[in-house]
């Protein structure tokens, strides 16, 4: 299974960018696929995840209202809509999936997730 990120680039504060995170080798149907990130000197942290038993969403507060996850029917793409961008979301963003589901009280641990795409930079300028 290999998950491959795309999308990042440079953008103004304010903007709009959206990833997206391929897999190949298989589908996630009934697993989570989620969103981290990571900045210069912090721990990776989550941004959001979609469950993939009954599609639902959920966000870290920093994000909620600004980022949206959205899949493919084949469930084979990840998409991560990011707008109303800040200059403290500025990182490298990785997506990540695991072929179980995942307790919802759990979708923000890193350590749940069994495959990591290699990361695409993202940078808002003020």
């Known amino acids: 299974v290999q998950l491959q990120a795309s999308g990042g680039g440079l953008v103004q504060a304010g903007g709009s960018l959206r990833l997206s995170c391929a897999a190949s080798?298989?589908?996630?149907?009934?697993?989570?696929m989620g969103w981290f990130r990571q900045a210069p000197g912090k721990e990776r942290e989550f941004v959001g995840g979609?469950?993939?038993?009954?599609?639902?969403?959920y966000y870290a507060d920093s994000v909620k209202g600004r980022f949206t996850i959205s899949r493919d029917n084949a469930k084979t793409t990840m998409y991560l809509q990011m707008n109303s961008l800040k200059p403290e979301d500025t990182a490298v963003y990785y997506c990540?999936?695991?072929?179980?589901?995942?307790?919802?009280?759990?979708?923000?641990?890193?350590?749940?997730?069994?495959?990591w795409g290699q990361g695409t930079q993202v940078t808002v300028s003020s």
């Open positions: 990540a999936a695991r072929d179980r589901r995942i307790v919802t009280s759990a979708m923000d641990r890193a350590d749940q997730y069994e495959h």
């Open positions: 080798g298989r589908t996630f149907r009934s697993g989570n």
């Open positions: 979609i469950d993939g038993w009954n599609s639902r969403t």
